[in-house]
């Protein structure tokens, strides 16, 4: 059975809420070094699952606050809506101080928990049976397969990575569905993590993004998406290890519609897209990128919503932590890359409008993810206002030399920007 929420009835706000002060000159090298720290630490499940840090120190009489929160809790959409209900939309808000009921709860007994264990013991075969039908009629139903005879010839044509609609003989690039069947190429960050952490951040100009996605015909995302490729491809060629094969990324996407009764939950998924970082062509990447993207998004669109979410509550949560868990015992990413994807790449949009929180107005909002086994690099941006951050967070005994590879996402996007003839903003 799935673990379940229940209300902490000794909740204890100073555990969570924490103040620390960096010494002087309280840069962002600082700061990136402190936050790096704070997340190479598990948070303790005894204790809801989350820690809010307000650091003090930084130059200007700038100060930080921090809000770590189990994944399992909130995605990206989620963090969003924290952010809105932390913040005010004008420095003159009057904080509603009200204090919220907190209803005690009982926790199920191990009598309980064992009823509801047997009762989804006997369930859940049930419900993924049901559950494949569903998405093989999904797949059946986006692709407009009918007859058996072609759903054998759109099996062969899956097993060979590539799907079309029948009715497709000679399909574009945006027309093909690409499934990731094999395992992305190894990489120097695909290999078990340790739990200590790299983190670097920096901010570029919305409008000069926009104006390369004008320039270029694409998208903001196809811009961002291509900024990091050829950032990869960099920091790969300066190590002698860019492998012949694209790398993969998988990105997150939400699959949210809105009516949700409570927004405190995981609702992402993620899609696979290539990365061409075998071409040193700048205009070719956007180009790829652009196509990727379109081929990643049908992947999405062959199985619903509503699917995705019934697919994650039938998976057993024990065979999962077990399995995950004996990977890691035998450092199965430094044996051989299974996954297929070799990063997450994280784009998420932002408030358009100025916040503040205490009267003091946000002046920078910078994302941090996560990193796994087989996956020792994130690269989450955020937009906010007219600024584009970048977030990367690694393991530190992977990628030791963050920072140059965030300076690499800068030169590329400079390089973008000297291709397009569009000026780079600061």
Request: charged share 25%.
């Amino acid at each position: 059975d799935h673990p379940y929420w229940v209300v902490d009835n000794e909740f204890d706000l100073k555990f969570h809420v924490r103040h620390l002060g960096l010494a002087p000159p309280g840069d962002e090298q600082q700061l990136s070094d402190q936050v790096a720290r704070i997340f190479g630490r598990a948070l303790d499940r005894t204790r809801p699952l989350w820690e809010v840090y307000v650091i003090e120190g930084l130059a200007d009489g700038r100060w930080a606050l921090m809000t770590k929160f189990h994944h399992s809790a909130i995605d990206g959409g989620a963090g969003v809506v924290l952010l809105n209900m932390l913040t005010d939309t004008s420095p003159d808000a009057t904080p509603d101080l009200t204090p919220t009921p907190i209803v005690a709860e009982t926790p199920p007994s191990a009598g309980e928990l064992l009823q509801r264990g047997i009762s989804k013991l006997v369930t859940n075969p049930v419900r993924t049976l049901r559950l494949q039908l569903r998405v093989a009629q999904g797949i059946a139903d986006s692709l407009g397969i009918r007859p058996a005879s072609e759903v054998t010839r759109q099996v062969r044509r899956t097993l060979r990575g590539i799907t079309r609609r029948p009715d497709e003989e000679n399909p574009t690039a945006e027309q093909r569905v690409r499934l990731p069947l094999n395992p992305a190429p190894a990489t120097p960050w695909n290999k078990t993590i340790t739990a200590h952490r790299r983190f670097a951040m920096r901010s570029a100009s919305l409008d000069t993004v926009r104006a390369l996605k004008k320039a270029s015909g694409g998208t903001v995302n196809d811009i961002v998406m291509a900024v990091c490729t050829g950032a990869l491809r960099s920091y790969l060629l300066r190590h002698d290890a860019l492998p012949d094969r694209p790398l993969r990324a998988m990105v997150p996407v939400s699959f949210r519609t809105g009516a949700e009764e409570v927004p405190w939950t995981n609702m992402v998924t993620g899609i696979i897209a290539d990365l061409p970082t075998d071409t040193a062509d700048p205009r070719e990447r956007v180009q790829r990128c652009h196509e990727a993207m379109e081929s990643a998004k049908r992947q999405f669109e062959l199985i619903p919503a509503d699917t995705i979410a019934e697919g994650a509550q039938a998976t057993s949560p024990i065979l999962a932590t077990a399995a995950t868990r004996l990977a890691s015992r035998l450092r199965w990413a430094d044996r051989a890359n299974l996954l297929p994807n070799n990063v997450v790449i994280s784009n998420v949009p932002g408030p358009r409008t100025p916040l503040w929180l205490g009267g003091a107005q946000m002046e920078n909002y910078i994302p941090i993810s996560i990193v796994t086994d087989g996956m020792g690099l994130n690269i989450t941006v955020h937009s906010y206002l007219d600024r584009l951050a970048f977030g990367l967070i690694a393991c530190r005994d992977l990628v030791p030399d963050l920072w140059e590879l965030l300076d690499m996402h800068f030169d590329e996007l400079a390089l973008l920007c000297d291709t397009y003839g569009v000026p780079l903003g600061k």
